[in-house]
């Protein structure tokens, strides 16, 4: 007999609507606002909460599995760009960056490296 699984997983990344309450902004003016550093509404820090932590975990995702479909070479350039990138896009958006630094994901050996380009500045 096949077990039906009625909710989904709840793995820190839902988005869902039965995870969130409703805002009166899009999730795009959300974004756009925690990013600058904004004072947001409770629900809507909530919300960009979510979506920051997508975005680092997209990014550490892509870092942790570079080697696995490129030569180690390619792989430590892909990384170095995924870093950099990543340490601009924060030092840009004072809103997510104070998530980042919030994070477990700066603290990955990943992490630990755009975090470091961000105290020296080197993006």
């Known amino acids: 007999m ?31 606002q925690g990013c600058l550093g904004q004072t947001l509404a409770e629900e809507d820090e909530t919300h960009f909460a979510a979506l920051a932590r997508s975005r680092f975990h997209t990014f550490d995702m892509s870092a ?8 180690h070479a390619e792989a430590a350039q892909w990384v170095e760009l995924l870093v950099k990138g990543l340490a601009r896009e924060l030092q840009e958006n004072p809103g997510l960056e104070r998530l980042w630094h919030q994070s477990t994901y700066s603290e990955t050996i990943h992490g630990k490296s755009v975090s470091f380009a961000l105290q020296t500045q080197i993006v």
Not at 6 to 20: F, I
Not at 64 to 71: F, I, L, P, V
């Open 64 to 71: 942790s599995h570079a080697g696995d479909t490129r030569s």
């Open 2 to 32: 096949t077990q039906v699984i009625s909710e989904p997983v709840n793995s820190g990344y839902n988005l869902g609507k039965a995870n969130m309450t409703q805002s009166q902004q899009s999730l795009q003016e959300i974004w756009r």
